[in-house]
């Protein structure tokens, strides 16, 4: 990388020294909370500092699935191995590493390596980054959803458009027809925190006045995931605009998804 811009080694040292002391007061705090219910116990410890970097890498090459639970303890991320590694596409979840690969990777993560870690944390982390990787791909197989039940029920086809709105580039989560002129386009949103209506209100109401700024015979909806059903309404009410014609809520199970769905284009077809 070029020397102005920061890699994760640059990033590391800068915040290393508060993490310490963080770390410190934590434990501190662990101690004081559970003081009644401490107790010491034999566990297996791998020890980092009686490693050498060619150990670090047998270890990779050998046992590729170890590999997310290193890059966890050293806060390191598959994008990090990237940008500082230029090793592309990396599944840190399933890597598939070269023994020149794993070279790298290990003189790379070895400074920032622990003198020792118990192995029930090591695999504990490893437990934390999956199941945070796996629910963010239920998440957005919701996304997904959506858009099969629009063509599913729809007239015509929906699919990811982009558009340009004076000097700024938009994109509508689903657009109809494929090419050319949009005639609907609809915001497909998970709000999934009270603190963020504010933004996302304000993100569809921007996506739907540039839309109809581009294409001024378009119709424009939002099909929204919002589990707070009490204040529905307050999103419905945000979102009253002569830009937007149609505004939908859609849960997780099929039959929410299909029958808000269907309720959106029955509005957007009048």
Request: net charge positive; with cysteine.
């Amino acid at each position: 990388m070029a020397k102005d811009y920061a890699s994760q080694r640059d990033y590391v040292s800068w915040v290393k020294g508060d993490a310490e002391k963080r770390q410190g007061a934590v434990e501190k705090a662990l101690r004081e909370a559970f003081s009644g219910f401490l107790e010491v116990r034999e566990v297996d410890v791998v020890v980092f500092s009686e490693m050498t970097a060619r150990d670090v890498a047998h270890a990779i090459s050998s046992q590729p699935l170890v590999l997310k639970s290193l890059l966890a303890c050293c806060n390191v991320a598959a994008r990090a191995i990237e940008r500082d590694l230029d090793i592309k596409n990396l599944d840190t979840y399933a890597p598939r590493v070269t023994e020149a690969q794993a070279n790298m990777i290990s003189g790379y993560i070895k400074p920032f390596l622990p003198d020792y870690v118990e192995l029930p944390v090591l695999s504990g982390l490893d437990r934390i980054s999956f199941m945070d990787k796996e629910i963010r791909k239920l998440k957005g197989r919701w996304e997904v959803g959506v858009l099969k039940a629009l063509n599913r029920f729809g007239e015509g086809v929906f699919r990811k458009r982009k558009f340009r709105a004076g000097e700024e580039d938009f994109e509508i989560d689903a657009a109809s027809p494929e090419e050319g002129e949009i005639r609907i386009g609809i915001d497909i949103k998970r709000i999934e925190a009270r603190r963020d209506i504010h933004k996302r209100c304000d993100e569809i109401v921007n996506k739907a006045r540039n839309l109809k700024a581009t294409y001024p015979g378009a119709r424009f909806g939002a099909v929204i995931y919002y589990p707070f059903l009490a204040e529905h309404v307050n999103i419905q009410n945000r979102l009253r605009s002569a830009e937007i014609d149609g505004v939908v809520f859609a849960a997780v199970s099929a039959e929410s998804l299909e029958n808000a769905v269907k309720m959106l284009l029955s509005t957007l077809r009048r």
